[in-house]
């Protein structure tokens, strides 16, 4: 099998560190819910822009202190948007982030912040990204920020320590499920096996990432797995506010849920519907050669991946059923209008 092989922009990368190292202060905001991508890619950048001498600090943009990536090397630096003091800057570098829209209350409260008044380094691999920046390096086929990174860090001549290499092959991890997505190529395994040559582990991130959880996990997993429910070939389940108070959940704790549903012999797509004021917000996963969720969540106002994707349902129960209903034809390519494709 050929290596999917990205290159990096070189030029880009020079640019970038140039306008760097010019600034008195950079801020990287991170992506609202942020993940360990999203939030172990800046901090790579903070430690190893400090070599340069500059200054660069991640701000958690929607004030979610996020307690699962504490192991994360630089983490106690991390400001903490409505807590700490926001600090005069000076140039926006922002890593793993698709739209601006996505930074949290930082960009709801003033939309200006990330409108071109304060340049903008956009270090990024989602496909949809816009380039808002003055400097954008974009790959969409790497699996992970982290790994754009890594080779940025190279090209800059960067010391590439324990800390540093921790923090990258933690972002690795998360966006790939250990080195588990159909988005993991060969390149992402020998970027990751030179992280680890450099000193890092994966076993700390493995537990941190995937096995250690609060009680209240359990909790909410125990009775949204009494509930599992089936329309077609859709495996569904709810989740209410009432059961995240009764188990003294929070909203992230039932995400990968999804992801433990999908699979399920005699399914095609798995789905969680979380009830919130308008109705519900699902999540929805299929595996690769089954119904392709995002053009099935597209049909619902929704979007995403072709493996992951959400939808918003707006109205009460009938509603609720009018779209399992609707999405079980689809997936059963049962849909007159053929509006959702099955992937090949
Ligand atoms: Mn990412």
Redesign the pocket.
């Known amino acids: 099998m050929t290596s999917p092989c990205w290159k990096l922009d070189g030029e880009s990368a020079d640019e970038a560190l140039r306008l760097l190292r010019r600034a008195r202060f950079v801020l990287m905001p991170t992506h609202q819910n942020v993940?360990a991508?999203?939030l172990a890619s800046p901090l790579a950048l903070m430690l190893a822009l400090r070599q340069q001498g500059v200054t660069a600090i991640p701000l958690i943009t929607d004030g979610q202190r996020p307690a699962n990536l504490s192991f994360l090397p630089g983490y106690d630096q991390v400001l903490i948007y409505g807590e700490d003091e926001l600090p005069e800057y000076d140039l926006l570098c922002m890593v793993?982030c698709s739209d601006r829209k996505r930074l949290g209350q930082f960009y709801k409260d003033d939309p200006e912040r990330v409108s071109g008044s304060v340049p903008i380094v956009n270090i990024d691999?989602h496909v949809t990204n816009d380039g808002f920046g003055v400097i954008n390096i974009i790959e969409p086929t790497a699996a992970?920020?982290a790994e754009l990174v890594a080779d940025i860090l190279a090209l800059w001549g960067t010391e590439l320590t324990r800390e540093i290499a921790q923090c990258l092959l933690a972002?690795i991890y998360g966006?790939t499920l250990g080195l588990r997505t159909d988005s993991t190529t060969s390149r992402t395994m020998r970027t990751a096996a030179d992280l680890v040559d450099a000193g890092a582990n994966p076993a700390p991130i493995v537990d941190s990432l995937f096995r250690i959880k609060p009680r209240s996990t359990v909790c909410l997993w125990a009775k949204a797995l009494q509930n599992v429910q089936w329309t077609g070939a859709l495996i569904w389940t709810e989740l209410t506010n009432e059961t995240f108070k009764t188990c003294g959940a929070e909203p992230g704790e039932g995400e990968g849920l999804v992801n433990f549903l999908l699979g399920t012999d005699g399914s095609k797509a798995a789905a969680i519907l979380y009830a919130n004021d308008h109705g519900w917000r699902v999540s929805l996963r299929s595996m690769p050669g089954d119904i392709d969720v995002a053009a099935l969540a597209s049909t619902f106002g929704g979007g995403g991946h072709p493996r992951a994707a959400g939808l918003q349902i707006e109205g009460g129960e009938a509603e609720k059923q009018a779209f399992l209903t609707r999405a079980a034809h689809l997936i059963a390519g049962e849909d007159p209008a053929g509006a959702a494709a099955t992937a090949p």
């Open positions: 993940d991508d999203g793993d691999h992970s920020a972002g966006d």
